[in-house]
């Protein structure tokens, strides 16, 4: 029962594009989502988060965008850099239990 | 994510042996979780524990699988009799105590049955 879920395991976009990855989640109780960024052998590092409450979060070049009737996220790294290769992981909570859950990741390839 | 302790980074088990993982949680954080990611897999969550109490053990194997948050020192995820199948990146994470916020992981544990 997968309650994250990111359907594409891969993803390839020119460096300077536009990278969009995209996240939907079936638990209608979340209402906290979080995408985290993720090297070999290294532990996740959290990026950018974003409460039920808002449609839109920005962060530099990463905007996380909310669309709670569709119970869909979607992050948005403009422009891509090469150093932006990595695996992305969307997560959600619920504040009744607070636990974290995550997607299977995409892996990000930023093409030169 | 430096702050989260994790050790040791690598270890390696021969079958039916006991593996135990630490994590030290960074400075004011009272809130731990243990996730796992087998390979070509996501992070899978197993366990959530504030100090001296296992909040969530959904995600944890129910036989030989354990963990503890002890109010001293670190947190310990424990795997008894342990099998190929265990061997995978464990990884802590911890929080501060309020609801809605990032968790900050460690940079994990590889084991590794042989």
């Known amino acids: 029962d997968q309650q994250v879920k990111q359907n594409s395991p891969s993803l390839s976009v020119q460096e300077g594009r536009i990278s969009i990855l995209n996240c939907d989640y079936t638990n209608s109780m979340f209402d906290y989502f979080l995408w985290y960024k993720k090297y070999p052998a290294e532990g996740p590092t959290f990026l950018i988060s974003i409460s039920s409450i808002k449609d839109k979060n920005e962060d530099g070049r990463f905007t996380v965008f909310l669309n709670k009737s569709a119970k869909h996220l979607s992050l948005h790294i403009v422009p891509s850099q090469p150093g932006d290769s990595a695996v992305y992981f969307c997560a959600a909570s619920a504040q009744r239990d607070d636990k974290i859950i995550f997607g299977k990741g995409t892996r990000l390839h930023i093409l030169p | 994510n430096a702050g989260v302790m994790q050790n040791p980074r690598h270890l390696v088990r021969r079958r039916g042996q006991e593996a135990r993982l630490r994590c030290s949680p960074m400075?004011?954080?009272?809130?731990v979780y243990w996730y796992r990611q087998l390979p070509e897999e996501g992070l899978k969550f197993m366990v959530y524990?504030?100090?001296?109490?296992?909040?969530?053990e959904s995600g944890m194997p129910k036989e030989r699988f354990s963990a503890e948050f002890p109010k001293e020192g670190p947190s310990i995820l424990r795997i008894q009799q342990v099998v190929r199948g265990d061997s995978a990146a464990y990884f802590c994470?911890?929080?501060?105590?309020?609801?809605?916020?990032?968790?900050?992981f460690g940079q994990g544990t590889r084991l590794t049955v042989v």
């Open positions: 524990l504030q100090k001296e109490n296992i909040i969530d």
């Open positions: 994470a911890s929080s501060p105590a309020r609801v809605n916020t990032e968790a900050f």
């Open positions: 400075k004011g954080h009272s809130h």
